[in-house]
Each structure stands twice: as structure tokens, then as C-alpha cells.
């Protein structure tokens, strides 16, 4: 089981209070918790709380730092790649950050439903900065716009996979392979045509 899973997490104080904390910021909205609704929810007191976490966005931020690990260490991966990067390496890129997107789709529906919240916290720079690295490393800088285009779309639909077409019956596990297929057909059209 996935550490980054509820089940897989329960025995953990500091996990038990980020889990609880997402669930809380899904219900009710980042802005409306409190740091005492968390601590009621997990049933402890908030100095028990507070020994862990002195805000909200010290939360937020711990848990965006655990989630995000497997993205650094994608980009990492990608760029001591030889360049240009090849057909395969696009497409294990793209397969790598999908599953690391699975792995933590609390937090990145919350990111999704709290945008203005992101943006006035620190990690929102940093998310931002991700993309743009993970896009770089896709685009074909010397090929057609149209190309360029697709390499982009192919990161993007990944998203659309995860945060637009959630409440579309069936397994979220098919939605995302699903969204995989169709990124890695634009990645393949795009390095084609160059």
C-alpha cells in the first residue's frame, strides 16, 4: 500500500493531521477551517496540534512537500536525460508525473477547487515553476507551432484527466489511463512531425 494513502498513513501523528486537514479543506473550503475544527476532527487537543503544525498553510505546505517528491525527482530524472529528449523519454515522462498525480489526487483536486488560495501561498510559485520545467522538457523547441502545441496539450490533458473528468462514471484508475492514452498519442504525434 501506497504511504501516501489514508490506510497507509494512519499510524503517523503528522500524516494523520495532513489527511485530516485535506478532508476538512474538501468539505468545507481552506479559508473556513480552523487549526480547532483539525484538531476536533482528530480528536486531540490544539497544542497537540500545534506541536506538529503552527498553521494552516505549514499543513498545506508539508503536505504539498510529501506529494510533490516523486515530480522533483521526475524533472530530476528527465533533464539528465540526453537532449533532445527522445520519443521514450517524453513518454516515461509523462507516464511518471501521471502516476505520481494519482498518488496524490486529494491534494491536487484541493489545488484545483482553492486556485485563489494557491496563489496567495508560497507553493503556488512553486507549482507554477514545476509545469513550466515539466514543459520544456516535452516541447520540441524547433518543431511547428502545431507541435509545440501537442507537447503542451499532452502535459494539460493529463490534468484535464484528473481534475474535469473525476465525476465521470466509472474507475478513476480507467479515467487516468485513459488520459495517459491520449497524452501519449499528441506527445507521438508531436515528435513525429518534427
Known sequence: ???SSPQGRRGNTRQRIQDVALELFAEQGYEKTSLREIAERLEVTKAALYYHFKTKEDIIISVFEDVTRPIDELI???QEQ???CTLE???EVLRRYSEAMAAGAQLY???QENQATMRELSIGETVKRRLFTLVELLRNDDGPLTDQVRCVSA???LHAGMMFLQHVEGD???TR???LEVAIDLITQAHHGS
Do not use: C
Request: charged share 25%.
Open 172 to 174: 478513476p484508475e480507467e
Open 155 to 157: 502535459l494539460f490533458t
Open 109 to 111: 483536486r484541493f489545488m
Open 89 to 91: 523519454t517524453k513518454r
Open 76 to 78: 530530476t530524472w528527465a
Open 82 to 84: 540526453p537532449r533532445p
Open 177 to 179: 489511463v485513459a488520459a
Open 1 to 3: 500500500m501506497s504511504s
